[in-house]
């Protein structure tokens, strides 16, 4: 027992001898790394202010979501659509009809039951019920549309005072603020998501006549009509479209500006339609391409390649070539800005422009024309004929060709139509105005049919039929 204990003595002693030996004299140094742990870690911006992260500062929406939820009402449209022919239908002549709902979100503006929601929403209804966020029912009634910036206008009756979101100015919206999108959709009774500004005065139709303002706040089907209000809860915003190859929200979505929408629905209340004030300007956006092609050096702006005759720009001086840089102090960096501005007014309203003129900046006042022009199918650009154009072609009344359609310009010229010629009939209805002529080819819209009376170079009246 003592030789076996005095054994494992002497191994030990060999083991504590020989790691000593291997430390002392072959293991390399290395350094001796220590954890510690930070109890108040910083975290710095990225940006160069000297500052710190505070969560206190995140955006509060919850007073923006109270002053909007009850303000918020879904929208049921009632219409009566074609259904597949049969049998019975094709021999006793007639068409079965069959119920159809669609359905959208709409936003109350004050506490007579006034609501905005969107044209696409109650378009061709027969019967349009609106549902508030307290389940309550009502019966609407349609005060007028404009399908141009897709706005319509509802009224409903109400015992006592309605629940209304307030108008904010679109205009100061900033890209980058956070919003809200408050919509109603499926009859789930308010929904809120929350976004930011990702774009303004955003174009969809490559025509340059709308300006939306984008936002990555989700929005569904059933949202449109819907309210986008900023943090303090006003309207900035109309939810009318999003972009999605699926048909559900993958991130981009669209609003009528507050500016456009309220102007919209005060000309309807007003006037019965909407007023546009005209500019008189044809061009487009510059770019790096158009102004190598043209010759200027800037790459922002809108660059005037024509000026409407007898309009408020020719008679302030506006000129071909002039770039407009800003209106109302508001920088134009594409025609969508510009179009977006000029939605906001109306006949004899005023516009400051800020111009480039050879070189030089220059600041024209202009006063908005009321619309005398009108681009009409098949035919071409068509205005409001003055005293002096009715004499030459020997006419009383009619209205004038100033553009023929590009398309059909050989064809017209071939049987004596060329500019300057006078319309007098459109539909068999007698027109003296562009007006007359878009209220005479509403009733084309179910016929399918033109039917055209002009005046030719020859001073000849004609008639044109075309299915």
């Known amino acids: 027992m003592k030789k076996i204990l005095t054994l494992v003595l002497v191994s030990a002693l060999g083991g504590i001898f020989t790691l000593g030996a291997y430390k002392l004299f ?24 000297d500052t710190v992260f505070n969560a206190e500062k995140a955006p509060d929406f919850t007073v923006a ?35 159809h709902i669609g359905s959208g979100s709409g936003v109350i503006i004050n506490t007579d039951g006034y609501i905005i929601t969107n044209n696409h929403v109650i378009n061709n209804a027969q019967e349009i019920s609106v549902t508030m966020n307290n389940n309550k029912t009502y019966i609407a009634e349609l005060i007028g549309t404009d399908p141009k910036t897709d706005i319509a206008l509802l009224k409903i009756d109400s015992d006592e005072d309605l629940p209304f979101v307030t108008f904010g100015d679109s205009d100061n919206a900033k890209i980058g ?38 936002t990555d706040a989700a929005v569904n089907p059933g949202n449109s009509g819907g309210a986008l209000v900023n943090t303090k809860g006003e309207l900035v915003g109309i939810n009318t479209a999003i972009t999605s190859q699926t048909g559900s929200y993958v991130g981009y979505s669209f609003a009528v500006p507050s500016n456009i929408a309220r102007k919209v629905i005060e000309d309807i209340m007003e ?18 391409l158009v102004a190598e092609k043209i010759g200027v050096t800037d790459t922002e702006g809108v660059y005037i390649d024509s000026v409407v005759e007898d309009s408020g720009a020719e008679k302030a001086g506006v000129k071909k070539g002039d770039i407009i840089k800003e209106i109302d102090n508001i920088k134009i960096s594409k025609f969508s800005d510009l179009t977006g501005h000029l939605n906001t007014k109306r006949p004899s309203d005023v516009v400051n422009l800020s111009v480039l003129r050879d070189g030089e900046t220059t600041n024209i006042p202009v006063t908005l024309a009321k619309n005398e022009t009108f681009t009409m199918p098949l035919v071409g650009r068509i205005k409001n ?5 009715l004499k030459k072609h020997k006419a009383t009344y009619g209205v004038k060709i100033t553009d023929l359609n590009s398309k059909y310009a050989d064809y017209w010229r071939r049987n004596g139509i060329q500019e300057g010629c006078i319309i007098t009939s ?4 007698k027109v003296t105005s562009i007006d007359d002529v878009q209220n005479a080819l509403k009733n084309q819209e179910n016929s399918g049919a033109l039917r055209i009376e002009l005046i030719n170079s020859k001073g000849e009246k004609e008639r044109y039929n075309f299915k």
């Not at 072959?26 to 202010?49: C, G, Q, R, W, Y």
């Not at 006037?271 to 061009?283: D, F, R, T």
């Not at 004929?385 to 154009?389: N, T, Y």
């Open 426 to 429: 459109v539909n068999d209805i």
């Open 271 to 288: 006037y019965g339609n909407v007023q546009n004030g005209i500019l008189g300007i044809q061009g487009g956006a510059l770019n790096s």
């Open 385 to 389: 004929a003055k005293a002096s154009d």
């Open 65 to 99: 979501a109270e002053n909007t939820v009850n303000a918020v009402v879904h929208v049921k449209n009632l219409a009566q659509s074609s259904g597949q022919m049969t049998f019975e239908d094709l021999y006793f002549g007639r068409r079965s009809q069959s119920p």
């Open 26 to 49: 072959i293991e390399d140094d290395k350094p001796i790394l220590v954890a510690t742990e930070i109890a108040n870690p910083t975290f710095l911006p990225t940006s160069s202010i």
């Open 177 to 214: 603020e956070w919003v809200l999108a408050v919509g109603n959709p499926f009859n789930l009774t308010s929904t809120v998501t929350a976004g930011i500004i990702s774009a303004k005065a955003r174009d969809l139709s490559g025509t340059s006549k709308q300006s939306f303002i984008q």
